[in-house]
């Protein structure tokens, strides 16, 4: 069985030891470095993507809504008295 490295045993007193602000600044500092930001032309690309998704979804919601509504009406329409 292979050991997971995520699983621990219980906590050390050290654990428990909390980082101070200047420590957290200066790793939050070094973290923010290594992000890699998006040219402006994968922005561009990253925007569309996701407008027409949004759009395709809106359209398809819409023709399901309009579907199930009529299908509704159709089902419990009053047929008219005889």
């Known amino acids: 069985m292979s ?3 995520a699983v621990r045993g219980p906590r050390d007193s050290k654990a ?3 980082t101070s602000i200047p ?3 200066r790793q939050v500092v ?3 470095r290594k992000v890699v930001y998006p040219t402006q032309e994968q922005l561009v690309t990253y925007f569309l993507v996701v407008m027409v998704f949004v759009l ?3 359209a398809f919601v819409s023709a399901l809504d309009l579907g199930f509504g009529k299908l509704v009406f159709w089902v419990f329409a009053g047929r008219g008295t005889q």
């Open 3 to 5: 050991e997971s490295k």
């Open 16 to 18: 428990d030891k909390r």
């Open 23 to 25: 420590t957290f600044y």
């Open 30 to 32: 070094a973290e923010m």
């Open 56 to 58: 395709f979804m809106m």
